[in-house]
């Protein structure tokens, strides 16, 4: 039984990332095309670029942080495992809310990062493309 539940345990894990990494994806997108559209002015298309990725990592932090109010049964994760697991409906709750406030963290310190590297990357073009 322990085994079944470690099984169902990494299946919701590897389906949260996925769940989250999906929507970090479409935002990343759009930042993307964002900073492209941008791209004649580089320190303006990186400094929009760090403030959008901040507010992402915002939106990251707050749902990691009201996930766990929220009905398991809501959850994109709970749709992708077809409504269908052995377990007790308090300990779904607490295995898929923990997996998604995780994973939720785990994007959230990635979009950090990645907001510090445009902020960075904006310094250093601004510096640099002056004239002498």
């Known amino acids: 039984m322990d085994e079944d539940i470690e099984a169902i345990d ?3 894990r ?3 990332g996925l769940s989250v990494g999906r929507g970090c994806f479409f935002a990343a997108l759009a930042i993307w095309c964002t ?3 941008l791209i ?3 320190v303006l298309s990186l400094k929009s670029g ?3 990725t901040l507010l992402v990592a915002a939106v990251l932090l707050l749902k990691a ?4 109010r929220y009905s398991y ?3 994109e994760v709970w749709i992708l495992l077809d409504r269908q697991v052995d377990l007790l409906p308090a300990h779904a709750q607490r295995l898929i809310t923990q997996a998604l406030h995780q994973m939720y ?3 959230t310190l990635f979009a950090m990062l990645l907001a510090l590297l445009f902020w960075g990357l904006a310094l250093l073009f601004s510096v640099v493309g002056k004239p002498g």
């Open 50 to 52: 760090a403030i959008l």
């Open 14 to 16: 590897r389906l949260a």
């Open 105 to 107: 963290l785990r994007y």
């Open 10 to 12: 990494q299946r919701i």
């Open 40 to 42: 004649y002015e580089p």
């Open 73 to 75: 049964k809501q959850t």
């Open 65 to 68: 942080q009201t996930v766990r």
């Open 35 to 37: 900073m492209i559209g």
